[in-house]
């Protein structure tokens, strides 16, 4: 009797895995919403804007110069790249292809 209970309780679900992606999809926008509600309760100063708008720049910072810095040459060429096409046109998509056409292009020539 017992073993027929927990062999139901581990049989996968049908469809589980478009039940996790809703599941995740739920709770970001809820995260989103309840950021975009907390941050309406406090009072916008010049030190919290400048903060905010700081903000992505830090989080870039803290994912991506980590995994470039282990890509080797083609990972710091990339990088490079990227911060420099970045500074000369501030387009995040130019940057982000020209960024990947260089560390693309380091590889193909075997570095």
Known sequence: MIASVIDSLNAPLPHG???AIAAMAF???LLRVGGYWAIGRVPLTL????????????IFAAT???LALRGGPAGWI??????????LTGRE????????????????LGF
């Open 47 to 58: 030190r919290l804007r400048r903060g905010l708008e700081a903000l992505p720049a830090a």
């Open 27 to 29: 709770v970001t926008a």
């Open 93 to 108: 998509i130019a940057a982000l292809a020209a960024g990947l056409a260089a560390a693309a292009s380091v590889r193909a």
């Open 78 to 87: 990339g990088a490079a790249v990227v911060a420099a096409t970045m500074y």
């Open 64 to 66: 991506i110069a980590p």
């Open 17 to 19: 895995e478009l039940y």
